[in-house]
Every structure is written in C-alpha cells, then in structure tokens.
C-alpha cells in the first residue's frame, strides 16, 4: 500500500551548484517533483554551495531556469522562501555550527586537532602495507583543560563524529531493498572542517533532518553515502526518511555518461531547439516505466502514472537518438502557431549570429514565409534548430558548393538546355505561380523531353536551393515566387556553362 493522500511528503531536489543542469540531475529533479505533485506534498529545492572552491554562483541562476523550462515549479526553495529556510547551505553555517556542538555535549561528536596532513602522511602508509586505514580516535579522551588550551591558542580543530562500534545500520531503500552495513567499519568521519564549514555527509543529514524531508530520492551514487547518514540521524535521535536511489545512467556503449554521448546540460538541449515536453518524457524512462509498451507521456500523465515502486534498479542507457525521435514526436504534435513562433526566433537567431551570411532581400520574409512552410516541414524536423538546415536558402543569397556546381559534370544528363526548358515552361506561370500550376507543367515537359520527372526536380533543386534535399519542391518554389526561382535557375546556369 502507498500513502499518496499523505500531504505531509516532503522530497527536495539538492544540487551543487558547480555547472549546468544535466540529464542525471534534471531526472533526480523531475523524480523529486513528480512525486510531490502526484501525493499533494511538497517539493523543495536546497542549494549546496559549501564547497567554495568548485562553487559557481551563476550556476544557481541557470539550474532554477532550467527547472522552470522543463515545467517543474517548487514550494519551497532560494528566492521564494518557506518555512524551513534559508535553502542555502551557505546560509545555514550556524546551524550546522550549533548542532555539531550540542553533539560535542552529548558525547556523540569530539573535537580533534589531528592535522590532515599527518592523517594523509598515516593512511598512505597503512594502505602501502594492505592495510585500512581508520582514524584511531588519539583525539577522543583529551583532558578538557588541553582542549581548551589549544582552542585558545587558535590551533585548527575538525569535529568528528564518534561512531558506536558494531551497530547495524541498515535502511530498506525502495528501489534497491535493504541495504545494512556494520558501523564497524566507518571511520569517526569529519563532520565540521577547521574552516568551519560542513561535510556533505553530515550537512546534508542535518537539512533533511531539519527541514522534514520524508522521501530522499537521489542518485545510486549516494547509496553507499547512506550508512554515513544515517549515523547522523541516530545522533540527533531523529528517525530517517525512506531512502530512494535512482539507477545509474549510462552512455549508450555501457560506459560512463558524457559529452560524446550526446548529453549536454539542459540549456544546450533548449539552445539546440528541443522541446522541454520531449526531454521530460525521455528521461522519465531512464528507469522508471509505466509498462512494457507505453512510451509517450505528457507531464499529466506522468503525475498520474508515476509510482516511486515502478523505479527500476538496472541502470539506463541513454540514447540520443531515441531523444531525438521523441523531440519529433512532440513537434509534429506542437500547436502549428506555436511551432511557427518557435521557428520564426531560431531563424531571426540564425541570420543575426552568422556574421558572414548575404541576407536575401527579396522574397515574402521571415514570418510569411514560415507559415507557409511549416506544415509541410513539421513532419521531417526533429529539433527546431534543424528547420534551419531546411529553411536557410528562404533567407539567404544561394550559394553553390563545389558538389554542387559539379553536381552534373558526370551524370548523363546536359543540365543546361533542361534549364532552359524548364525557364520557358515557367514563363506562363508568372502570374499564377502556383505549385499544383508549377507540378502540373513540369509533368508535361517531362513527357515532352522524355526525360523522367524525378530527373527534373533533381535539376531544379539543385539550381533553386542548392542541396541535394529541401522542403516540398513545388511548394517551396510557390514560395520563393517567380523571380527568385527564375533568378536562382539563370545564376546556376551561367555557374555551369
Ligand atoms: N548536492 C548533492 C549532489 O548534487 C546532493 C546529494 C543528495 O541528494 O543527497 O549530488
């Protein structure tokens, strides 16, 4: 039995704000949030700034857009507040501060002076010899007066977290079952560093702790930080959360996600003209399904369907081309004037940041043209930055690439008295350039030359648009108008002659 009218469930999606948002972490997200919003509980965002070196400010900024471009809205979080904060650990030093010392108090945490250096100088030589190494705890039983003395002479000091032995911390997470580790084998781990900041282990138990989380949903590569926590947890007599910990995602080749694999942080996907409905959809899947079959859902739906027990633990594999032809589902579905408007700001982008392009001058411009076009591009664009390779010769002055220009050299096919036919056959057209009108007497002057019709349109695109593909033909020509296609014909012509 699930509890989903429990409106008291708290998740929280934490990221370090050192980049950009990423699959891995959109997904965490976006797990985090589907099921807030399927229970009625809440979803909070805490950022985890305290590792100053790797911080980036500016990163906080970018993963809050990316979140809200990918529909996700949250309760509580930096910026809108609530009654938990503040939501970033940055903020939250004194608590962390506070709490390790009421540890100190109840014999649960103690102050070391052990420098980490030594300790380093210790471990590599332990482990030189097979050994582990774990802290044997010189620090533990120092007379109070010593601690006090050294404090006062500004010796640096970590505060440790005294572990029991051999207690059994176990946890029974909701994807990978129960998990139990001996304490024995955790070291008396650093929970506040001599800078005064905290360990993530020891932070992040607190805020969750602090802050009511119910249901911790994170990656798999937290599961072995777990047992870590939950000492924490047991210090301050609080009872843990559910753990939930999601399967790795991995390249499509089985190794580790990157780059090369097509993953790029979510603004690159929004800049590269996906569609946050087709990014949400694809990595719902990566470990989570609905049945076997069922691939296409929207945001709705995933509320609906989402079930924290249908988590799967074998890692995914993400697949670039499967985002692809999902981003080209939701294309072909998209409202048209919506699409259109997408289309029309990726084309504006275009001409305004390619410095060497020769703007065409002629012709219906941007947003005529696109509406005429669009319906019958909607069903071959995957990604509305593609509709770019469709679309340019609409914009810009042709030019021929040297494939181009030689395009004919060594067909058995002399282009240029075709071209020729095809200006006389068009001429009649000037005034109704329709393209059933164009169709209709280009099928006749392919009978009349002899010559098949595929070999026409072949001739006319390369001379029109350049390359080798484009949109509808006929339709394409309509709207380019008379001119420019008779232009663009003569321009080949006297290229290749
Ligand atoms: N800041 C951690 C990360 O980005 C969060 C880990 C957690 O959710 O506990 O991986």
Not at 109 to 138: H, M, T, W
Not at 210 to 219: A, E, F, L, V, Y
Not at 425 to 432: I, V
Request: glycine letters at 6%; charged letters at 30%.
């Amino acid at each position: 039995m699930n509890n989903y009218s429990d409106n008291n469930i708290r998740v929280r999606f934490a990221p370090s704000p050192t980049g950009f948002l990423h699959i891995g972490s959109a997904r965490t997200a976006l797990f985090n949030w589907l099921y807030a919003r399927k229970t009625g509980g809440s979803f909070i965002i805490r950022i985890e700034d305290t590792d100053a070196k790797r911080h980036q400010e500016e990163a906080i900024g970018l993963i809050l857009q990316s979140l809200k471009w990918l529909g996700m809205d949250w309760d509580e979080g930096p910026n809108s507040g609530g009654d938990f904060g503040p939501y970033r650990q940055s903020e939250r030093l004194d608590i962390y501060k506070e709490n390790a010392h009421k540890l100190i108090e109840d014999k649960k945490a103690y102050i070391c002076f052990c420098s980490p250096g030594d300790l380093a100088k210790e471990r590599e030589v332990c482990q030189k010899n097979g050994g582990v190494f774990k802290y044997d705890r010189r620090c533990l039983s120092l007379p109070h007066e010593e601690i006090s003395a050294r404090k006062d002479r500004g010796e640096p000091y970590t505060i440790r977290l005294l572990v029991p032995a051999n207690e059994i911390l176990e946890f029974d997470d909701i994807v990978y079952g129960k998990i139990s580790v001996n304490s024995g084998t955790i070291e008396d781990y650093i929970i506040m560093r001599s800078n005064g900041l905290p360990t993530y282990n020891y932070s992040v138990a607190v805020d969750d702790a602090m802050m009511n989380i119910t249901h911790i949903i994170r990656g798999e590569d937290h599961l072995s930080n777990t047992p870590k926590q939950l000492l924490v947890y047991n210090a301050m007599e609080i009872t843990p959360p559910k753990f939930i910990h999601l399967p790795m995602i991995l390249g499509s080749d089985g190794h580790k996600l990157s780059k090369r694999h097509g993953s790029i942080s979510i603004e690159t996907y929004q800049e590269d003209g996906f569609l946050p409905e087709a990014i949400v959809n694809y990595i719902a899947l990566l470990g989570w399904a609905y049945d076997e079959k069922t691939t296409l859902f929207s945001l709705t739906d995933l509320i609906d369907k989402f079930s924290l027990e249908n988590i799967n633990k074998k890692s995914s594999r993400f697949d670039y081309q499967k985002l692809l032809w999902m981003n080209g589902n939701y294309i072909r579905e998209l409202d048209e004037s919506l699409l259109r408007e997408l289309i029309i700001k990726e084309v504006r982008t275009y001409l305004d940041s390619e410095k060497d392009l020769k703007r065409l001058t002629s012709g219906p411009g941007i947003e005529e043209t696109i509406k005429r076009i669009t319906p019958h591009i909607k069903e071959r664009v995957k990604t509305v930055k593609e509709s770019i390779e469709w679309l340019s010769p609409f914009f810009t002055i042709l030019e021929y690439n040297p494939e181009m220009r030689d395009y004919f050299n060594n067909k058995d096919l002399d282009a240029v008295p075709v071209l020729n036919k095809i200006i006389l056959t068009l001429e009649p057209l000037k005034s109704r350039f329709s393209s059933s009108d164009i169709e209709d007497s280009l099928r006749e002057l392919s009978e009349e030359l002899g010559l098949s019709f595929r070999k026409i349109a072949e001739v006319i695109r390369i001379a029109t648009w350049a390359k080798k593909v484009s949109p509808p033909l006929f339709i394409t020509m309509e709207i380019l108008g008379y001119d420019l296609t008779i232009s663009r014909i003569s321009d080949y012509q006297k290229i290749i002659t």
